[in-house]
């Protein structure tokens, strides 16, 4: 019913830059937070950065200078831009759409359920 397309990922060399797109689809009614994460090989899925509709914005650490995330509300849709990058950040990224209220036609209304939805990950790899 809700899905999330993302776009972008790829190979680049270390100092390079790539920029990520997610849309969400399907019978939304409202998105609050929308957010990437990553998953390297052998490790725990991580937040790198979210931003809820009101434009409140997290980046984790690593990140921090490197990436910006940008979000378009009428769109449904997030990006990541990642300049300078290094060989860790090679991973999966996932988009995130947290606290989702979904509707039934014509969609007037939410149907008063939060859900939370996955993309299915784009790779990225940055070679040194």
């Known amino acids: 019913q809700v899905q999330l397309v993302e776009s972008g990922g790829g190979l680049v060399q270390a100092g390079g830059s790539l920029r990520l797109s997610c849309a969400a689809s399907?019978?939304?009614?409202?998105?609050?937070?929308m957010g990437w994460y990553r998953q390297a090989p052998g490790k725990q899925r991580e937040l790198v950065a979210d931003?809820?509709?009101?434009?409140?914005?997290n980046y984790a650490d690593s990140v921090k200078g490197r990436f910006t995330i940008s979000r378009d509300n009428a769109k449904k849709t997030v990006y990541l831009r990642m300049n300078s990058l290094k060989p860790e950040d090679t991973a999966v990224y996932y988009c995130?759409?947290?606290?989702?209220?979904?509707?039934?036609?014509?969609?007037?209304?939410?149907?008063?359920?939060?859900?939370?939805?996955w993309g299915q990950g784009t790779q990225v790899t940055v070679s040194s």
């Open positions: 931003c809820t509709s009101g434009g409140i914005i």
């Open positions: 995130n759409a947290d606290q989702v209220y979904t509707c039934q036609i014509p969609c007037d209304r939410p149907d008063g359920y939060l859900n939370n939805y």
């Open positions: 399907g019978s939304i009614f409202s998105i609050n937070a």
